[in-house]
């Protein structure tokens, strides 16, 4: 038997992914039709042997509690949620409900990070760690860019048995191009590294040289690193696609590659189609309208005539008047397009020409103090008038536009 916790972080992480974060908590984010984390349940589901999901973060319980609740009805598996009682890192939640997680005593329990898209290879990660008799983790690693690597945790494996010999988590200065997924699969034993780990941060806390609460455990810097080139740390490389979703950008991106792994589950629809496209069967789409390629548009959403859409995610209820353009966007929850409104964003992808290169996430502003070139937000409840043009801004939640805008944000 196996299990699998979701880590997700809380409401004081992911400011970067505002204002979509703002009304709508950002593992729940639909993308490809499906919140965030559904893709991880639903990876964690086509395995049999895993009988049970814990999701951990610091989200109140009533802001998961709808979701927890459709996901139990959706899968026969157990699943549930638990609050941390203060924002613990990226170890302290693991730690801090040991006994659930190993409560049933599974053979091990994948451990995901909650803000990463992929085409989850679990059996053949499974498989890979059974294989070690010696592995306490076995972390999914991908390729990336020299110049690109420095921004995630980096790995140095020994050739033959994939032992990782060094981790380092955003190191000032190259190391290695093969960088961690945020995908793991841990044997119960590993808690034993982690109540050392407890006990050096209790111990520093107490002595008045502690910064953070003492059951903050960073999974990455308290346990990673120590372990590695104690030959209990091993990594399998995969070449399936993966991404991070910092940003409201890169939701884009994984948008267009979930939509391409489950094309064979979206439903046509009346009007014209350029795949791949979700549209959810409550949506209202006039035969008129063009849409696609690498379309969501979620539920009670009004599509009139004429309407073009690509590249973009149209959010709950929102509307689009008749013969209005949306590119490169994000359309919030309640959000209204007028007639003939332009809505465009710049897609911030990685360089084509440039193997395993990943997203950038660059920062909201450059050195100049101006709005980097970025998809164009709507947020809940925004109205843009008729013949509006909106280039490369962010609007923030319930505003009613007024005149054209261009690299701005709007509050």
Known sequence: MLKAVILIGGPQKGTRFRPLSLDTPKPLFPIAGLPLIQHHIAACANLEECKEILIIGSYSASTMGQFITDMQKEYTMIIRYLQEFTPLGTGGGLYHFRDQVRAGNPAAFFLLNGDVCADFPLRELWKFHEERPNALVTMMGTEATRQQAIFYGCMVREASTKAVTHYVEKPNSYVSTLINCGVYVCSLQVFSIMADAFQRKQDEFYSGNGQVSPGYISWEQDVLSPLAGSNKLFAMQS???????????????????????????????????????????????????????????????????????????????????????????????????????????????????????????????????????????LGAGVVVPGETILLNSIVLPHKHLNRNYKHEIIL
């Open 239 to 377: 070449t399936n696609w993966w991404s991070q979703v910092k940003t409201a950008g890169s939701a884009i991106y994984a948008n267009r590659h979930y939509l391409e792994l489950h094309r064979n589950k979206y439903s046509k629809s009346p009007c014209t189609i350029i795949p791949d496209v979700y549209i959810h069967p409550t949506a209202a789409v006039d035969s008129t309208a063009v849409i696609g390629p690498n379309v969501s548009i979620g539920a009670g959403v009004t599509v009139g005539g004429g309407v073009r859409i690509k590249e973009s995610i149209v959010l709950n209820n929102a509307t689009l008047h008749d013969h209005s353009l949306v590119m490169y966007a994000v359309v919030g929850q309640e959000a209204t397009v007028g007639e003939w409104s332009r809505i465009e964003g710049t897609p911030s992808d990685p360089d084509p020409n440039k193997p395993f290169a990943k997203m950038d996430n660059q920062p909201l502003f450059n050195s100049d103090g101006r709005l980097n070139p970025s998809i164009t937000i």
